[in-house]
């Protein structure tokens, strides 16, 4: 499977970059009391940390609203899923565990600020494109709605898009029979190759010490 660029999001967003990690043999469950009680803890220092803060001076919550502000989304309707999951936890409505893998993708997404997809392999119908949405682009959402991708990013495969730093769909959610994986890292525009490649390289070796398996990473730009 090839990951790329579409060429019109390049332009628009040039330092567009994303961390992919490929997952096989992987076994998905409840997650190990560690990564709740972390999830937990973190959520609780995040909460009393922005007391004294503007969620949108967050520095990657301020820079996706940006983003999506250069490809014409707006962000105060359509927000990035970092930033969807901050206010949750500003509101005290935290994040209560799902699976493993979402558990995980959770704790990483808030802290490293960015949105994170983990979509099912086997539900990916090959090559993948990183791009904007057209009119025709479209799917059911984890939100429970149909969602147009119109103007956003989107990650897209031949049967037509299946995920997005704003929410992703239900045709490629990983479940707790899923045995291989994509996670894709929506990372900062500013983060540079050198810390990308340890962030990404970070996720997944915590992701295989949970999920055991093997794993394969890349950063495309």
């Known amino acids: 499977m090839e990951v790329q660029i579409d060429a019109i999001l390049r332009d628009k967003i040039p330092n567009f970059k994303a961390g992919l990690i490929f997952y096989q043999n992987i076994a998905v469950g409840d997650s190990p009391q560690m990564i709740k009680g972390r999830l937990q803890l973190f959520q609780e220092s995040i909460f009393f940390d922005l007391q004294d803060k ?9 820079e996706w609203r940006q983003t999506f502000k250069a490809i014409g ?22 994040i209560q565990p799902v699976h493993s893998a979402i558990d995980i993708n959770n704790f990483f997404s808030l802290q ?36 147009s991708m119109k103007g956003m990013i989107t990650s ?17 959610k990983v479940t707790e029979t899923t045995t291989s994986a994509l996670q894709i890292i929506y990372l900062k525009q500013q983060t540079s190759l050198e810390e990308a490649d340890k962030l990404t390289q970070s ?6 010490q949970v999920h055991g398996g093997e794993g394969i990473y890349t950063i495309v730009n």
């Open 73 to 94: 989304t707006n962000p105060s309707r359509y927000r990035p899923s970092v930033e969807a999951l901050y206010r949750r936890i500003q509101k005290q409505n935290y």
């Open 203 to 208: 996720l997944m070796k915590m992701f295989l």
């Open 112 to 147: 490293y600020e960015v949105p994170i997809g983990i979509y099912d392999l086997d539900q990916i119908a090959g090559d993948v494109t990183l791009k904007i949405g057209d009119e025709t682009d479209q799917y059911d959402g984890l939100n429970g709605r149909s969602n």
């Open 156 to 172: 897209t495969d031949k049967n037509g898009p299946f995920g997005s730093p704003f929410v992703d769909s239900e045709r490629t």
């Open 54 to 62: 503007v969620i949108n001076d967050i520095s990657g919550i301020k």
